[in-house]
């Protein structure tokens, strides 16, 4: 391949292939580089909203999608201090406007697995593992990386744009000098799974938020392995304990029984802490490096909105950078990317992620009832409940982005 004639994607996560897959099937080389041998296979985002399964459709990945997930079209706010369903929104009713009014659970392992299984199949598609992008610089043709092997050697690869999909910690933002402002919760967040069916002992459905002032939980159930449904919980840990303590039986099953008491305990397939951010870069373009997925915005998992919203950039980048590759449009175009997704990631997942933490962790038992009494009238309204739905969907999100010149 000569020299520039093509575009390089730090990082092969659920973004970066999407993107990079998006990019193949338009004729466009595409070389991606991921430190991992692998695609890991931790618990992460579980949660395919409506708006990503219609992109996705596009790039052959939704009928495949479809017959590996659990479709969810309901999910359920709970108050844990009467153990009452304060309101169930319905997905259904947006069955006028898309064809997936539902919300696909599926793990995001797979996910990635799917888009791989298409991708590599494509002329121009160059995925490389165990490889870092360890430094990045940019002139007037291109950018220039070096890529870390396992041996500790360096390689140096040139392409004529370089989308940086490396996560939250990413060295694409970073070599670039891009401010990543915003906050990080003081409370870390543990997911755990098992295999009790909480749908059967409780009436919980496939996705659940249940609010309490001192210790709320959210609960999904994801296919599992052998499609034998896993439930999934997510508990924040609202303590100074060490990580060791948080990860240890005994105080995941002390959360079981104080938030979810029906059987426990509960056998624990799997757990993962970590901590949260709020947090959107100054700028998703500095020339000829973009950002894209966590490495632009990242966000608590609190309605499945990160995960969906770093799809939509990589495809609304990949579809720009596509133009401008045939020669339609002039690199400006790019600097429209950075207009469509970087206000609306803060007026759409920030404002949308917050809201819905405050939700299940609100103490001040007024403000409490109020947010509930809310919740109660917009299912009631159909016009709200409509509204309300399209916005954490996304749908909202990317109309009002396209629009954006
Ligand atoms: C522990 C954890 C749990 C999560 N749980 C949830 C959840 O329950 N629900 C939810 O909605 N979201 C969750 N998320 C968020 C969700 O997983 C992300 O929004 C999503 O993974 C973003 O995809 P991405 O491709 O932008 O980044 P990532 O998935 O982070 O992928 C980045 C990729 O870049 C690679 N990489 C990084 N640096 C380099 C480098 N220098 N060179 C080459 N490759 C590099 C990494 O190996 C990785 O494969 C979780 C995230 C984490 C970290």
Redesign the pocket.
Known sequence: MPDNECILI???????MITGLYLARQGIPVKL????ADI?A??????LQPSTLQMLDEIGMTSVLLTRGIKSPIFQYRDRLSNEIVAEFDLGVLKGETPYPFVLQIE?HKTVGIAYDIARKLDGFDIQRE????SISQDGDGVEISVRLPDGTEEQHRGRYLIG???????TRKSQGIDFPGFTWKERFI?VANHFDFAAADGYRFRNYVAHPAQWCALMKVPGEEDEGVWRC?FPAMTDESDETVMSDEWIQARYEECLPYDPPYEILHR?L?SVHQRVAERFRLGRVML????AH?NN?IG????NS?IHDGINLAEKLGRVWRGEADDTLLDRYDRQRRPTAKRYVQAETIRNKQTLEEADLKARQERFDELRATVEDPQKHSEYLRRVSLIAMVEEANSIE
């Open positions: 730090s990082g092969a996560g659920p973004v970066g580089f991921d430190t991992l890991p931790d618990h992460r985002a579980a949660t995001q490889r870092e992008v360890v999909c490396d996560g939250g910690r990413s060295i997911i997510l993962n970590y894209a997925g966590d490495a990242v998992p499945g909105m990160g995960m770093g």
